[in-house]
């Protein structure tokens, strides 16, 4: 079963910016969709950007005109970005995504997670 690996979580400053990466564990056909979530301690997960494999994008609105989620097809990884940062976004970040294994076979996959967290 494939997996997905996050990175760039880290400690910044309010105000400050990340950039997530998220990447498949093995080589892969792409990936489909591709959603970051967030998990902040006592509170449930919550899908924080989505892009379609046509690059149609969504935000929550907590986020809208900060944060910005795109992908690189060729290199089969997906990003975050996140300007502005507040201590608000502190969480946990995962990666999830509809993975083409081949043309014929898919499958989600989570990543394990990256720590953000925001001071002010």
């Known amino acids: 079963q494939v997996q997905l690996v996050e990175s760039g979580g880290g400690l910044v400053q309010a105000g400050g910016s990340l950039r997530l990466s998220c990447v498949a564990s093995?080589?892969?056909?792409?990936?489909?969709?591709v959603g970051w979530y967030r998990q902040a301690p006592g509170k449930q997960r919550e899908l924080v950007a989505g892009i379609t494999g046509g690059g149609a994008t969504n935000y929550a609105d907590s986020v809208k005109g900060r944060f910005t989620i795109s992908r690189d097809n060729a290199k089969n990884t997906a990003y975050l970005q996140m300007n502005s940062l507040k201590p608000e976004d502190t969480a946990v970040y995962y990666c999830?995504?509809?993975?083409?294994?081949?043309?014929?076979?898919?499958?989600?996959?989570w990543g394990q997670g990256t720590q953000v967290t925001v001071s002010s």
């Open positions: 093995r080589i892969i056909f792409m990936l489909n969709a």
């Open positions: 999830n995504a509809n993975v083409a294994i081949s043309p014929y076979y898919s499958e989600n996959a």
